[in-house]
Each structure stands twice: as C-alpha cells, then as structure tokens.
C-alpha cells in the first residue's frame, strides 16, 4: 500500500513539473519605467506600458492570463520594453524631461503620468504603447485575452503600423494563437 502511495504521488509530481516549469519559465518580465528608460538609452525598443490599479478585477485577471501566456510574453520580453505603472502611484517619476506627481490627496487619485499617457481617459486596465523614441503611438483601453492581445502586439511590434491600417493588418493576421 506505501509503495503504492509512493508511485500515486511521483506520478502526480511528474504531471505537474511541466506545468510548474511552464509558469516559472512564462509571464512577461515587467520593469518598472525607470529601468525602461535607462534600457532605452542603450538600446532603443517600444515600450508597452500596462496602466493598472491595485483594486481593478480586470487587471489582475489579465495579469493571470493574458501577461501568462507564453506568446504573449515572448512578444513582450522580446520586442518591448514592458511596463507595469500604477495609476495611483505616489511616486515621482521623471520622463520626457519632465517629472510627473500625482498630486492628489485621495486614496484614488490618479497620477500625472497615467493621466498624460491614457489622454486623461481613466480607464483600467490600458496599455500605452510608445515607440523607441518613446513617442505614444497609441493607448488601448480594457481587458484583453491572449488571442485578442497577439495581434495587437505584432502590429506594433512588426511596424506594421506604418504601411497598413489596423483594419488591414486584422484581416490578414495570422498569429500563433489564432491556430489553437
């Protein structure tokens, strides 16, 4: 019966090593804006800046899933500098020459970096995506999940966004997402 016992749990220590490997070898390596910048100086590269809150059910969720999945993190550590920004944060942040506060005193009050980068539409979570010369190019709004996110990624990433219309690259992506 011990022996038993005994093969029962190296069999199931054995189904969840690849899932434990999965989850430690994905996920995007979040900086924070600062190691962003520093990293841009040396080598240029699109920032994707994830604007979230501590109390927003939709952030977390995509924290869980979406910035999870191994092609979207792929895409992220790869072809971006990926940035995770607390709209709420109290701390001074120095960019563009310019050092942004959040100069409010409630508990929700909204940074001045946050508020610049999604135009002052306060919505989370949303992500601001900056060229290399950290140029915002774009802000998207709401939750996305794996799927929806590659080609959003790809079409930033590729420069895509040069030559072609959203609407044009949508209908002739191909993504590795999209097979499954």
């Given at each position: 019966m011990r022996r038993f016992r005994n093969t029962i749990f190296a069999l199931i220590l054995l189904m969840l090593l690849?899932?434990?490997?999965?989850a430690q070898k994905g996920g995007v390596k979040w900086l924070t804006i600062e190691k962003a910048l520093e990293l841009n100086k040396k080598e240029p590269?699109?920032?994707?800046i994830d604007v979230y809150t501590d109390?927003?059910?939709w952030c977390k969720k995509m924290d869980q899933s979406t910035y999870m999945d191994?092609?979207?993190?792929?895409i992220l550590n790869n072809n971006f500098y990926p940035v995770k920004f607390n709209a709420e944060s109290k701390d001074p942040v120095e960019f563009a020459g310019k050092t942004f506060t959040n100069p409010g005193t409630s508990q929700r009050?909204?940074?001045q970096l946050a508020f610049a980068l999604l135009q002052?539409?306060?919505?989370y979570p949303s992500v601001a995506y900056l060229?290399?010369?950290l140029q915002l190019l774009t802000t998207v709004p709401g939750y996305f999940t794996a799927q929806q996110m590659e080609p959003i990624l790809t079409y930033f990433s590729t420069?895509?966004?040069?030559?072609?219309t959203w609407q044009q690259y949508q209908e002739s992506f191909k993504g590795q997402l999209s097979k499954k």
């Open positions: 690849p899932v434990h490997l999965q590269r699109k920032l994707f109390w927003c059910g191994p092609v979207i993190a792929d009050s909204a940074h002052g539409k306060m919505a060229d290399e010369k420069d895509s966004y040069k030559t072609m």
